[in-house]
């Protein structure tokens, strides 16, 4: 009789530290999925929103998205990678999100979900510093047009090239499409105002200037695969709402961006 006493005692401890350590483990895996990881792209040669300096991912965007992941309870891992390549690979769910001074536009839209506007850009016209004869879009008949695939500018470029009866040339990157229009190869640039205005600002001998009105207004968004990932769109636009409530969103901009 004992012994029977014994067994169902043993057992029941035995089953009770089972139960305990199934409780331990599942508040344990709790504690650990509730801090999600996502991967997250950009493109490093954006500057000042994003580029690549001592080794380390700098700028506006970045300095915004580590604020708000701090904030909203998530931590990320960063993808550099060509601006053209990040809409095709958020539609094939190869990363989560996407901040690179992405403009949102009714036709991306289709395709992809973004965030409230966080910052208002617009395009303008690059010609080379000693260019006398650009001074405005009224200028641009006949020549030839140096654009970065994929983004605001090619599109402007590509829907006014019979308009203007230009040649486009594309490129895969910033520095390499204005080191076409300092080297003579192109005669103008479409490029967002706060990118060209921080390279000239940044330049000892600056070898572009910016000519005539912006041509157009538009915001960047923070994007996602469309209806995909709406969690993370969601901590996004809160922890944009709370920098911008709390004056921490202005003190990242003036890191970058001087007042006009």
């Not at 395709?111 to 650009?134: H, P, Q, R, W």
């Not at 157009?216 to 409530?245: M, Q, R, S």
Request: aromatic residues 10%; glycine residues 8%; charged residues 30%.
């Amino acid at each position: 009789m004992l012994k029977k006493v014994l067994s169902v005692l043993t057992a029941a401890t035995i089953v009770g530290t089972i139960f305990v350590g199934c409780e331990k483990n599942q508040k344990s895996q709790g504690t650990e999925d509730s801090k999600k990881k996502y991967i997250i792209a950009t493109d490093a040669t954006y500057a000042p929103f994003e580029y690549q300096k001592d080794g380390k991912y700098i700028g506006i965007d970045i300095d915004l998205l580590d604020s708000i992941s701090k904030l909203e309870g998530f931590e990320y891992e960063l993808k550099p990678m060509n601006f053209k390549g990040i809409v095709p690979a958020l539609q094939a769910n190869q990363i989560d999100g996407a901040i690179a001074g992405i403009s949102i536009t009714e036709e991306r839209k289709k395709i992809l979900d973004f965030s409230e506007g966080y910052y208002e850009a617009g395009l303008s016209v690059v010609t080379k510093a000693n260019n006398d004869k650009i001074k405005s879009s009224d200028d641009l008949k006949g020549k030839i047009f140096a654009v970065k695939k994929g983004t605001a500018g090619s599109k402007f470029a590509e829907e006014n090239k019979e308009k203007y009866g230009a040649n486009i040339r594309y490129f895969d990157d910033s520095p390499t499409m204005f080191q076409e229009i300092v080297n003579g190869n192109a005669d103008v640039t479409f490029e967002d105002y706060p990118v060209i205005a921080y390279k000239i600002s940044t330049d000892t001998n600056p070898t572009l200037k910016v000519v005539g009105e912006k041509l157009n207004k538009d915001n960047y968004g923070f994007a996602v695969n469309k209806g995909k990932n709406k969690e993370l769109l969601h901590k996004f636009n809160t922890g944009l709402k709370k920098l911008k409530e709390s004056g921490e969103y202005d003190k990242i901009l003036s890191k970058y961006i001087k007042k006009q």
